[in-house]
C-alpha cells in the first residue's frame, strides 16, 4: 500500500463517520479518492464504510461523558467560568488553566468529536454548567468523515440554536477550523466551512468567530509545521501559544 493510500486511509478512519447508508458512504470514499488521486480496492472502501457508520452513532463518545460526569462528582466545577469543549485540539489543550488565566476554564473536549456528538450530549456536558462563555473547536472531523460544509454548517446552526435556547446569557466564541499538514486535502471545503461561520458570526452579536487559519500558515501559505506535533494534524505547545494569543483577548469582552 503506497504512503499516500495509507495516509488517506488512516485520516479516514481515525475520524467519527456520518450518517448516511453504508451505500452512499462508500461512494462517498470513493469520490473522495478520486478527488485526491489515491486507488483503493472496493474491499478497502467498504470497511471504510463500516468503520465510518459505526463511528457516525451519536452515543459513540459516551464513555468519555461518563468520565466527565464522574470527574463533577468528584470535584465540583468552578461557576462563572468559560467552557472550552470541541474535539481533540481543545482535549489536548493540557495548558489551558495556565493559559487562560486569571479566568476559571473548564475543558470539556473528547476526541474525534463532531458537532453531531457534542450536540447529543448537550445535555450532560454543555448546559448543567451554565457557562458565561463557551469556546468551541469543532468541525474538522466532520468534514474529514466526508460531510459536506453545508451539512457541518447545519450541525453547527443546531449547537448554536441551543445555546441560544438554553443558555441566553452565554456568548459563543468559535475557533475556525484550522489548517493541518495532514488534512491538506480539505483545504477548500475546510475554508468553506469557516466562511459560513464567519458570515453568521457578522450577524449575530452573541457569536464571535476567531480565524486561526493565516496565523498558522508559512509565507508559502502551508500550514506551518512548527506548530504541529508529529502527526501533522494536532497542534504542539507553540501552536497552543498562538491559539491563546487569538483567543484570550475574547475574554476580556465579556
Same mark, same amino acid.
Given at each position: 500500500?503506497?504512503?499516500?493510500?495509507?495516509?488517506?486511509?488512516?485520516?479516514?478512519?481515525?475520524?467519527?463517520?456520518?450518517?448516511?447508508?453504508?451505500?452512499?458512504?462508500?461512494?462517498?470514499?470513493?469520490?473522495?479518492?478520486?478527488?485526491?488521486?489515491?486507488?483503493?480496492?472496493?474491499?478497502?472502501?467498504?470497511?471504510?464504510?463500516?468503520?465510518?457508520?459505526?463511528?457516525?452513532?451519536?452515543?459513540?463518545?459516551?464513555?468519555?461523558?461518563?468520565?466527565?460526569?464522574?470527574?463533577?462528582?468528584?470535584?465540583?466545577?468552578?461557576?462563572?467560568?468559560?467552557?472550552?469543549?470541541?474535539?481533540?485540539?481543545?482535549?489536548?489543550?493540557?495548558?489551558?488553566?495556565?493559559?487562560?488565566?486569571?479566568?476559571?476554564? &473548564?475543558?470539556?473536549?473528547? @476526541?474525534?468529536?463532531?458537532? +453531531?456528538?457534542?450536540?447529543?450530549?448537550?445535555?450532560?456536558? !454543555? =448546559? /448543567?454548567?451554565?457557562?458565561?462563555?463557551?469556546?468551541?473547536?469543532?468541525?474538522?472531523?466532520?468534514?474529514?468523515?466526508?460531510?459536506?460544509?453545508?451539512?457541518?454548517?447545519?450541525?453547527?446552526?443546531?449547537?448554536?440554536?441551543?445555546?441560544?435556547?438554553?443558555?441566553?446569557?452565554?456568548?459563543?466564541?468559535?475557533?475556525?477550523?484550522?489548517?493541518?499538514?495532514?488534512?491538506?486535502?480539505?483545504?477548500?471545503?475546510?475554508?468553506?466551512?469557516?466562511?459560513?461561520?464567519?458570515?453568521?458570526?457578522?450577524?449575530?452579536?452573541?457569536?464571535?468567530?476567531?480565524?486561526?487559519?493565516?496565523?498558522?500558515?508559512?509565507?508559502?501559505?502551508?500550514?506551518?509545521?512548527? &506548530?504541529?506535533?508529529?502527526? @501533522?494534524?494536532?497542534?504542539? +505547545?507553540?501552536?497552543?501559544?498562538?491559539?491563546?494569543?487569538? !483567543? =484570550? /483577548?475574547?475574554?476580556?469582552?465579556?
Amino acid at each position: 500500500m503506497s504512503k499516500m493510500k495509507t495516509l488517506f486511509l488512516f485520516f479516514v478512519l481515525v475520524t467519527a463517520g456520518c450518517s448516511n447508508s453504508i451505500s452512499d458512504l462508500e461512494k462517498k470514499i470513493k469520490a473522495q479518492a478520486d478527488k485526491n488521486n489515491v486507488e483503493i480496492s472496493l474491499a478497502e472502501i467498504k470497511k471504510t464504510a463500516i468503520y465510518l457508520d459505526t463511528w457516525s452513532k451519536e452515543d459513540f463518545y459516551q464513555d468519555a461523558i461518563n468520565e466527565f460526569k464522574e470527574l463533577d462528582k468528584a470535584s465540583t466545577p468552578p461557576t462563572d467560568m468559560v467552557l472550552f469543549t470541541g474535539s481533540s485540539s481543545i482535549r489536548f489543550w493540557k495548558s489551558l488553566k495556565e493559559d487562560m488565566a486569571p479566568y476559571n476554564t &473548564l475543558n470539556r473536549g473528547f @476526541g474525534g468529536a463532531q458537532i +453531531a456528538h457534542v450536540n447529543y450530549h448537550f445535555n450532560e456536558i !454543555v =448546559k /448543567p454548567y451554565k457557562p458565561k462563555a463557551i469556546v468551541f473547536f469543532c468541525g474538522t472531523n466532520d468534514l474529514a468523515a466526508l460531510k459536506s460544509p453545508g451539512e457541518v454548517f447545519s450541525d453547527f446552526n443546531l449547537f448554536y440554536s441551543m445555546v441560544k435556547k438554553e443558555l441566553p446569557e452565554t456568548r459563543l466564541i468559535v475557533i475556525g477550523v484550522k489548517p493541518s499538514i495532514a488534512r491538506e486535502y480539505l483545504i477548500q471545503e475546510e475554508k468553506e466551512f469557516n466562511k459560513l461561520i464567519n458570515n453568521l458570526a457578522a450577524k449575530n452579536a452573541s457569536l464571535t468567530y476567531v480565524s486561526v487559519w493565516d496565523p498558522m500558515l508559512t509565507t508559502e501559505g502551508k500550514p506551518d509545521p512548527s &506548530l504541529f506535533v508529529e502527526d @501533522g494534524l494536532h497542534i504542539n +505547545a507553540k501552536g497552543y501559544d498562538l491559539w491563546t494569543r487569538l !483567543v =484570550k /483577548p475574547e475574554l476580556e469582552n465579556l
